[in-house]
């Protein structure tokens, strides 16, 4: 073990930290050293969204002694930035272990910096968090979840006065003053505790009332309120708000997964609680198919990721992916506002760079402008406070299964996506189809694109660097040929640069740095890589296209770019 570990190991076992948390370093000394070293090898690192890692003992884990310096440093740049003002702050947490605890902590230590508190009373799902900032007039918020990250994670998102999470400069500011609180002793634990404010069902019927206030096609929904939806919150909060957002918009005929209703954070009927895991969805496909249903929707624990259902051509159930559940969302709202004669004409909506690039091709031909930006809805809502008042945001939505629908709130919400993807299928149905026929409808008009994503993990102290070291092989020897197709262009995002790798030809891109690389071949494929914000995995999204001329050559189609990926991935080696 090296000194550095041990210089931080024996600051735990000397300082100021309770007696249960000294015995379990004592313990973990003497039969798991190498988890004791994991633990403590560095400092949690305080990112530009927050915390999020494996909860324990440790500077390297999430505890009450990380959580609190975390907040004392947020606290010391709200006040820096906020002098002479009131600072308000909201705080929401989900149902992980402990995430009760950590907002509890959370919202002592705001208070004992005079900073006025609105604590939620239990769990509520993170869009709640986001509304509920700009509803009530605070500087910033924060929501104690690691999303849908196994059962031993937990986290801490950071959200600014526009509801958002935290952006330039804030984000780099905040993290400044927090590395700067190098000891739990200049935490200020408690002593404000008449600062704490309780939040409870008042807000949940603001933000319940500005979700109906969305539905585009509530005639529809009168006529088909007995249309069979499914649905399971996967032991989240999506149950606290979702039977309640479906009965407003008027659906009658709700079901829920028994097994998966209660919030727990064990998660104990999944491995990981995660809408995009087919395992996870499988009890609600089983419930879906076992009544007929209509649609099935799962929400992760802190409800901002939607997966949803439905029966395919063949009448087999199928979950939609990602990209697809974005470009049916985004479709519908842009096609359903023009034909109620409700669009404007400066509507515009927001993608991200590793987002089926369908979206630009129905904005553009419905004529509707529509922005890319980096990868975290906290750049979607960035971008809404830059065209605020020149353009009129209407939805955004990226791969990761997210979609931010309306302009009252400032991150992804799978509470308004539930009911704008139950609203979309009712619509369907009163045309004689499904959501599925409406997929195969929008590949006839717009193209077939069709992505996949894989992410590959490096766990451990050496995790990282291995990452590192991927990222620069392609940054520095960037592949020359893909699955037998050249490589055309490198996009640089972390540079901010793109490249014609055939006649060497360079612009710049005007986006913030990020560390992502594009390839864009001679056929049209397109892969990125991009290493994740939150967890040790480096990620790699792949996007072929085709065009579709007729339904019949639907599955013929598909299985030609099920097996372009195919050869992409083998070609890069990643299989």
Known sequence: ??????????????????????????????????????????????????????????????????????TQGF??????????????IAIAHDSRNNSRFFAETTANVFAANGIKVYLFDALRPTPELSFAIRYLGCKAGVVCTASHNP??????????????????????????????????????????????????????????????????????????????????????????LVPQVLERFGFTNLTIVDEQATPDGNFPTVA????????????????????????????????????????????????????????????????????????????????????TEMINEVAKQNNVGCYNVLTGFKWIAEKIKELEGKENYVIGGEESFGLMIGNQIRDKDAISAVALMCEMAAFEKSQGKSLFDKMIELYLQYGFYYETLISITKKGMNGQKEIADMMEGYRNNPPAVINNSTVITLLDYQLQKGTNL???????????????????????????????????????????????ASKEEFDAKQLDLENRIKGIIKSMQLD
Do not use: C
């Not at 735990?12 to 249960?20: E, H, P, T």
């Not at 499914?230 to 999506?238: A, K, M, R």
């Not at 609680?273 to 879906?288: F, I, Q, R, V």
């Not at 099935?296 to 949803?308: M, S």
């Open 1 to 70: 073990m090296s000194a550095a570990i041990q210089e931080r190991i024996n600051i735990w076992l000397n300082g100021n930290y309770d007696a249960q948390t000294k015995a379990t370093i004592t313990d973990l000394q003497q039969n798991n050293p190498d988890e004791l070293a994991d633990a403590f090898y560095r400092n949690l690192e305080f990112g530009t969204g927050g915390l999020r890692g494996l909860m324990g003992v440790g500077t390297n884990r999430v505890n009450k002694y990380t959580i609190g310096m975390a």
């Open 272 to 355: 990981y609680p995660n809408p995009e895991e087919s395992e996870t969805m499988s009890m609600g496909l089983k419930k879906a198919q076992s009544i007929d249903a209509d649609i099935l929707l799962g929400t992760d624990p802190d409800a901002d990721r939607v997966g949803i259902g439905v029966k395919n051509h063949k009448g087999e159930w199928v979950l939609m992916n990602g990209n697809q559940t974005a470009v049916l969302a985004f479709a519908y709202m842009i096609e359903a506002r023009k034909a109620k004669g409700i669009a404007q004409p400066n509507d515009m909506v927001v993608s991200t760079i590793v987002t």
């Open 75 to 88: 606290a010391n740049y709200l006040k820096k930035t906020y002098q002479g003002e009131e600072i308000k």
């Open 151 to 240: 059962k031993e994670y937990n986290g801490y998102k950071a959200y600014w006065n526009d509801g958002g999470q935290l952006v330039p400069p804030h984000d780099k500011n905040v993290i400044i003053e927090v590395e700067a609180i190098d000891n739990v002793n200049a935490v200020k634990w408690n002593g404000g505790e008449a600062n704490i404010t309780l939040l409870g069902k008042e807000i949940d019927d603001a933000y319940l009332t500005m979700v109906k206030g969305l539905s585009v096609y509530p005639d529809v929904i009168q006529k088909q309120h007995d249309l069979k939806i499914v649905y399971t919150p996967i032991h989240g909060t999506g149950i606290t």
């Open 502 to 548: 055939q006649t060497g030809a360079t612009w710049p891109i005007s986006l913030p740095k990020s560390n992502v690389l594009q390839f864009i071949t001679a056929d049209g494929s397109k892969i990125s890589a991009r290493p994740s914000g939150t967890e040790p995995k480096i990620k790699f999204y792949f996007s072929v296209k085709t065009t579709l």
